[in-house]
């Protein structure tokens, strides 16, 4: 990860950013967190995590997915310039997400259905 990174990203991205939290940690977005519907107390164990990090002259962007089924999975690109990187994180992250959050998922969350959790217990 890169110091050479500026501390807070770029403007003109769909979602919140945080900025570094340290120097050499790279910029983070809660995506599932931020496009769960209000309606939808909580998402647990739905996960989906953006991050963009500046190595070797070039903006990596991964996506770290934990999906319903809990089988983890990273979706991985690189650009040259910050606000792309971000958008294209944003582009992957947001198709997960609608992918995991089909019509009739929203319905059975919003009326209080919690996935099962194979002996791991939540939050």
Known sequence: ???EQ??????GSRWKWGPKTLNYSPWAC??????RPPAIRWIWPLSIIL???LIKGQYHWRVDVRPWSGEDFTL??????PLDALLDAETAGERIFNEQMPE???M???AGWRPPTRGVIHP
Not at 76 to 81: I, K, L, P, V, W
């Open 1 to 3: 990860m890169s110091a």
């Open 6 to 11: 500026d501390y807070f990203p770029p403007q």
């Open 30 to 35: 809660d995506l599932a967190e931020q496009m």
């Open 51 to 53: 991050r963009v990090d």
């Open 76 to 81: 991985r690109g690189s650009t040259e310039a």
């Open 104 to 106: 009739w998922t929203r």
């Open 108 to 110: 059975a969350l919003s």
